[in-house]
């Protein structure tokens, strides 16, 4: 994803949109509601896969206790994050979220789909006809609904943030600074995707008396996962690595600054996502007036101040601008207006 997708908004709501930032609480409730579901929905299918003997339920099996791990870790990642700043992390754990969602990604690829693939491999080789195809099908719909459940809890969530962001529910949840939303989300619209597939398959089967189309079944199962894993491991590395934010946080910060009466004008400014919802800001200003140097180190310590204290800045870091430096103006901001420093 390109460093303009970012979702610094998350992290400075306020610079944006004028209201406060989603705390932890929506999402880790998002995360919560998915786990019980596919706890209940993993031992139902298990059942099922032994009962049946279809090698589309024990797929499905396997991706429900693949989605009942990540979730855990996804736990793990909202709790390890949370810890307040230390003498060796002034900055706090934000970006620690992204390591454990990337364990949960690899875990979802390593179990979901390679067992579901090798099963049905193995399946195709080697193929055992399926029985009690009513309780499949019974064990499926409630699966259906649960994962419903959890997915529009996961889609409320995201379209909430979207329309704040202007964006599309698809572009939010792939551009998010929070990777539990976007990993819950893409659980549990492959999960409904994967309930449909498994359901042709055994429907094939029964109907065909041949175990190629659930086999079939098991191993688009085992890919769906695959490509979800995937997407989700290459945006938590992107994030692990470091990610600037948008150029609309970018703009909105920039005005923050002009706002300011001690700021005159801006050089240089960088926002770097910190973590889910949390950013880190960099820059050089020309304070306003003509302080000496020792009022200029306190009118600069109390810019940085007012911006640590906007919710979602973890630490901030500004400089006095040389007097060469050419000035940077918001898109929507005249340059006279911004050398008054005018919001």
Do not use: C
Request: net charge negative; glycine share 8%.
């Amino acid at each position: 994803m390109a460093p303009d997708a970012a979702d610094g908004p998350d992290a400075l709501a306020p610079l944006v949109a004028g209201d406060e930032p989603e705390g932890g609480g929506e999402s880790t409730r998002t995360v919560v509601l998915a786990l019980g579901a596919n706890v209940l929905i993993a031992a139902a299918k298990t059942a099922a896969a032994v009962i049946t003997g279809a090698a589309s339920m024990l797929a499905e099996a396997a991706h429900s206790w693949a989605d009942t791990g990540n979730e855990v870790f996804l736990l793990v990642a909202q709790r390890r994050a949370a810890r307040a700043p230390d003498a060796t992390h002034p900055f706090g754990y934000g970006r620690e979220v992204y390591v454990w969602s990337m364990f949960a990604a690899i875990g979802l690829f390593a179990v979901g789909a390679g067992v579901s693939v090798t099963h049905g491999i193995q399946e195709l080789a080697d193929p055992e006809p399926a029985s009690d195809f009513v309780v499949a099908y019974a064990v499926l719909g409630i699966s259906l609904v649960l994962e419903g459940v959890s997915f529009l809890q996961a889609l409320r969530q995201s379209r909430a943030e979207a329309r704040r962001r202007d964006r599309g529910v698809l572009e939010q949840v792939l551009a998010t600074s929070d990777p539990t939303v976007r990993a819950v989300f893409a659980e549990d619209a492959a999960a409904l995707i994967g309930i449909v597939i498994a359901s042709a398959g055994i429907a094939a089967h029964e109907v065909t008396g041949s175990t190629v189309p659930d086999a079939v079944g098991s191993i688009l199962v085992g890919l769906l996962l695959g490509f979800v894993a995937f997407v989700l491991i290459q945006r938590n590395l992107q994030l692990i690595v470091g990610e600037a934010v948008d150029p609309a946080l970018q703009a909105a910060a920039l005005r923050r600054l002009l706002a300011m009466p001690q700021v005159a004008r801006v050089t240089k400014l960088r926002l770097e996502i910190a973590g889910a919802r949390r950013v880190f800001l960099t820059g050089a200003v020309d304070l306003a007036g003509e302080p000496d140097e020792v009022e200029a180190s306190h009118q600069l310590a109390l810019v940085e101040d007012q911006v640590r204290a906007i919710p979602g800045v973890v630490g901030v870091v500004l400089s006095l601008a040389e007097p060469e430096e050419p000035s940077l103006v918001p898109p929507d901001v005249s340059p006279a207006r911004a050398r008054r420093g005018s919001p």
